[in-house]
């Protein structure tokens, strides 16, 4: 990995434990930049990982767009951790410490362009919140494949995909999570949401729009924006 790249991310992980030590509350962590396209195009050796606590929460189901510079929208599979993964878990291990699945919408901000990739990376790759839809307990080994994911913004549909072809196989993503961690000293604990990258191409955003994401077997998650 780019030495840059590499002290970017520790600088952000860093900056993530400093604000935790200091009285924010864990959330959980993000995937970035999944698709492999992009990876090559910036570099990146792996898709990125970034903090989240629970200040950048929507808790309702309208958001405040006010302050962004080019807010964009990103539906993406929530997992919620019942039980910690170390990064040598076997698949079974892992697929065993996921409690519930759920739809999430994160709210991104294109407010520094890429060729300021590590400031982007340390001030956790765009994200400015994230929602979460009802959570679902898996009925038996949790899995993506075969759950479709409709996407729509202003009740158009944007993209209809399996959420395993869209995102990836599910224990190799929690591991690759924990892999990242590893280095600087984080761990996937019980409790943890992981958010697992974006299913489509992010969708910009204005006042007024309204944008939601179906989760097959799951639930649906609609958010509203002002």
């Known amino acids: ?61 309208e958001h405040a767009l006010e302050g962004s510079a080019a807010p964009a929208l990103e539906a993406e599979v929530c997992v919620r951790l019942g039980g910690p993964i170390a990064p040598s878990d076997a698949p079974s291990t892992v697929l065993a410490s996921v409690a519930a699945v759920a739809p999430a919408i994160e709210v991104v901000d294109y407010d520094r362009p890429l060729d300021q990739l590590t400031d982007v990376i340390r001030e956790g790759v765009y994200h400015r919140a994230v929602a979460f839809g009802p959570e679902r307990e898996p009925d038996g080994e949790p899995s993506l494949a075969g759950m479709r994911a409709r996407i729509t913004h202003n009740r158009e549909c944007v993209a209809d995909v399996d959420a395993e072809e869209a995102t990836g196989h599910l224990p190799d993503l929690l591991l690759h999570i924990a892999r990242v961690l590893e280095p600087f000293d984080l761990r996937l604990e019980a409790g943890d949401r992981l958010i697992l990258g974006s299913m489509h191409s992010p969708a910009l955003v204005a006042p007024g729009d309204r944008f939601a994401l179906e989760l097959s077997g799951v639930g649906n998650l609609e958010l509203a924006f002002r």
């Open 1 to 61: 990995m780019d030495e840059k790249i590499s002290d970017a991310i520790g600088a952000h992980f860093n900056d993530y434990r400093q604000r935790l030590q200091n009285g924010a509350t864990r959330l959980g962590f993000k995937v970035a930049f999944n698709p492999p396209a992009v990876q090559q195009k910036l570099g990146l050796p792996h898709s990125l990982v970034a903090g989240l606590t629970t200040a950048t929460r929507e808790m309702q189901r």
